[in-house]
């Protein structure tokens, strides 16, 4: 079975992609690309990027099946909260998992990663990018 990745970040941490993909399933983990917005413009930024990476491999946030969240401070919860009520599907919304983390940049206020199934085919359809 072949992996798709997408995102990938070369700098002076680890070399990392943000997003993978194998058969019918895709993931996604990431902080803000913009560590100097605050929660919500954070929270904001990651759930784009989620949907432009799961776009590339597949698939959308309509097809999440379950999300982890980590919180460097677990009072940022009631500000998270509408923020997603307003971006999964209320009809289908995934599982969700919270914790309250140390992250290792202090500056990251919040960790996604999302699991989504993908569309039929789209395996096939997609360039191979194994990992190195």
Do not use: Y
């Not at 999302?114 to 990018?129: E, I, K, S, V, Y």
């Amino acid at each position: 079975m072949s992996i798709q990745k997408s995102g990938r970040i070369d700098g002076l941490g680890p070399k990392i992609f943000l997003g993978s993909a194998a058969g019918d399933m895709a993931s996604v983990c990431l902080t803000a690309p913009d560590r100097g917005a605050d929660f919500v413009g954070q929270t904001r930024d990651i759930l784009a990027v989620i949907d432009d990476l799961l776009a590339e491999m597949g698939s959308s946030h309509d097809q999440i099946v379950a999300v982890q969240l980590w919180l460097a401070d677990i009072a940022d919860w009631p500000a998270f909260v509408p923020l997603w009520n307003a971006w999964i599907d209320p009809e289908a919304p995934p599982g969700l998992s919270v914790v309250e983390m140390a992250a290792s940049r202090r500056d990251s206020l919040l960790e996604i990663r999302a699991w989504a199934t993908r569309n039929p085919g789209q395996a096939a359809q997609l360039p191979d990018q194994a990992a190195e």
